[in-house]
């Protein structure tokens, strides 16, 4: 760890904690008036413009050099599907059941690192976590109906799909781009995924009912949070913390976030907390941080919050 002061670093998990896992309330609040994949593009469009600001107080020319074929790659898997689908599934899922879902992120990362990078078979510790997480996915699914009438099996598919494009994407990253590059190249995949976002929009006809007078103070309150807390400072705070802590410590949000998005699903919304999502909830933490233990050996650090495995691109 550096000098930085403790008081610092203490913020800037707090800030992890707390922001990420606040995110998929104020997904939900966003979509009470705002369609998901016009809401997923706008909120990409608008901190990829914060932060193409940003790198341009810094240098004339913030994307020469990005390799452009994996960095729309990237932007696709992280900012287009992996965000877009999550927040399309919302339209159906509880927000902390969805959160509960996306906190098993570290457990296919693992598997992905494995089949497809690594080729290293996980310690016996990883084995079970992998086992407990999946455990609390299959509980999940099963008893989707029962956290909210309107949930169909498309809707924990898209989720799945989402979690593994993210993955895929994350383990790309650091195999594309250079640490030295990562604020344009996350600036510029948050481009394309908002372009992604916004075809899909197209495709899900959304812009057909799209009426922006309709859009709720909420609503837009909600959007401007997710832009500026969930996609900007919570960013900077993570990009801190990578280059100061051990990345095993940074990873715990992924413990952390789905508790505090399921009290605040109940609290707020008024989201059923039922026995099987208290079942879910226990198999997929202790899941996740069994591969978190196990972690040094399955997969290296992983890089930026926009691009972190551990991490909720939400």
């Known amino acids: 760890m550096s000098r930085s002061p403790l008081s610092v670093i203490l913020l800037c998990f707090a800030a992890i904690y707390v922001i990420w896992g606040t995110t998929f309330l104020g997904i939900t609040l966003m979509l009470?008036?705002?369609p998901p994949y016009i809401g997923g593009m706008l909120r990409f469009?608008?901190?990829?413009?914060?932060?193409?600001?940003?790198?341009?107080?810094r240098t004339r020319r913030p994307f020469a050099g990005l390799p452009l074929a994996g960095t729309a790659l990237c932007g696709v898997l992280l900012t287009g599907m992996g965000n877009?689908?999550?927040?399309?599934?919302?339209?159906?899922?509880?927000?902390?059941i969805t959160a509960l879902f996306v906190g098993s992120l570290p457990v296919w990362i693992l598997l992905q690192n494995w089949w497809f990078f690594s080729h290293r078979p996980p310690r016996l510790l990883a084995v079970l976590g992998v086992a407990f997480g999946m455990a609390g996915i299959v509980v999940l699914s099963w008893h989707a109906e029962s956290f909210a009438g309107a949930v169909r099996p498309i809707h924990v598919i898209a989720v799945l799909v989402a979690e593994l494009a993210w993955g895929l994407g994350t383990l790309l990253q650091p195999r594309i781009i250079d640490a030295g590059r990562v604020a344009p190249f996350t600036c510029l995949q948050m481009l394309i995924g908002a372009g992604f976002?916004?075809?899909?929009?197209?495709?899900?006809?959304?812009?057909?009912g799209f009426v922006p007078a309709h859009v709720s103070l909420q609503s837009i309150l909600a959007l401007a949070y997710l832009v500026v807390f969930g996609s900007v400072i919570a960013f900077n705070c993570y990009a801190f913390l990578v280059a100061r802590v051990a990345?095993?410590?940074?990873?715990?949000?992924?413990?952390?976030?789905?508790?505090?998005a399921l009290a605040l699903g109940a609290l707020v919304l008024g989201e059923r907390i039922t026995p099987a999502a208290v079942l879910s909830t226990v198999l997929v933490l202790v899941g996740v941080g069994l591969v978190l233990l196990a972690r040094d050996r399955v997969a290296r650090p992983v890089g930026p919050p926009a691009l972190a495995a551990a991490r909720r691109p939400l």
């Open 32 to 34: 009470r008036t705002i």
């Open 45 to 57: 469009l608008l901190a990829a413009g914060v932060l193409y600001a940003w790198l341009r107080t």
């Open 84 to 96: 877009g689908f999550i927040i399309w599934a919302q339209t159906a899922l509880p927000s902390g």
């Open 197 to 208: 976002q916004g075809l899909m929009a197209l495709l899900d006809r959304e812009w057909l």
């Open 247 to 260: 990345a095993q410590k940074i990873a715990t949000y992924a413990l952390v976030n789905p508790v505090i």
